[in-house]
């Protein structure tokens, strides 16, 4: 018995999630001198450096298993023990290193290069050091999607901070290429949302996909010479 090659179309109602729709956002610690180095360097906001990561990942979920011997066989149980991978993500370098620098700035609080006593600790309720970070999948009309019918692909890590800032290769014979580099990101867990608020562990709440950096109100689709405003395009005169 066979199927039909339209079976598919019919389960696909979304056309398919694409790689390249997507925003990622660095959320900087809420105190401490990394906020200051932010505004110094002339970044307004947590949304500046979403225009320049080019790359991020949807985080992947690993448990380990239990193996236990019975009778010669291998039974095994889920452990209970979680593990998350490092996150990383490309970013493209401008020529002012604005958002190379706050990354560097970043790794030199936790632990400085010349003065070894002068460590930001962060921890307790002085959250210095820990940031946290957002990946969206992004529809085809550059939504976040909430929709309380569909699963979601908004991802919340907590407690974030950068353990590698890569090195950006310099060579005269290359050309037609603007510097990139990579950083990644240890934290303590990734959360979603059971519906449409973004997770916290503070009193406010904010809706998730409300500070999309890349919706763009005041944008209207493409009209006139591909949607007439009367007849049809393909109509014959």
Avoid: C
Wanted: proline share 5%; glycine share 8%; charged share 20%.
């Amino acid at each position: 018995m066979g199927i039909s090659v339209t079976a598919l179309r019919n389960k696909l109602v979304g056309g398919g999630a694409r790689p390249s729709l997507f925003y990622a956002k660095i959320k900087l610690p809420t105190e401490g001198e990394l906020i200051k180095v932010r505004d110094n360097i002339g970044i307004s906001d947590d949304n500046y450096a979403s225009f320049f990561i080019k790359t991020a990942q949807i985080p992947e979920s690993t448990i380990a298993s239990v193996p236990i011997n019975f009778l010669g066989r291998e039974f095994k149980v889920p452990s209970i023990d979680r593990t998350f991978a490092d996150w990383t993500v490309t970013v493209i370098n401008d020529e002012d290193y604005k958002i190379r620098h706050l990354f560097e700035a970043w790794i030199e609080y936790m632990a400085p290069g010349k003065a070894i006593f002068e460590s930001a600790t962060g921890f307790g309720n002085n959250p210095q050091i820990f940031g946290d970070m957002e990946v969206h999948q992004l529809d085809k009309k550059g939504n976040v999607i909430v929709d309380t019918t569909k699963y979601y692909g908004s991802y919340f890590f907590k407690d974030a901070f950068p353990i590698n800032v890569s090195a950006i290769d310099l060579s005269w014979d290359t050309k037609d290429t603007i510097e990139e580099f990579s950083v990644t990101f240890a934290y303590q867990y990734w959360e979603k949302s059971s519906g449409s608020t973004v997770p916290t562990t503070s009193s406010s709440t904010s809706t998730i996909g409300a500070d999309n950096p890349f919706k763009a109100n005041d944008v209207e689709k493409t009209s006139g010479w591909a949607v007439p405003s009367t007849g049809s395009l393909f109509s014959v005169e």
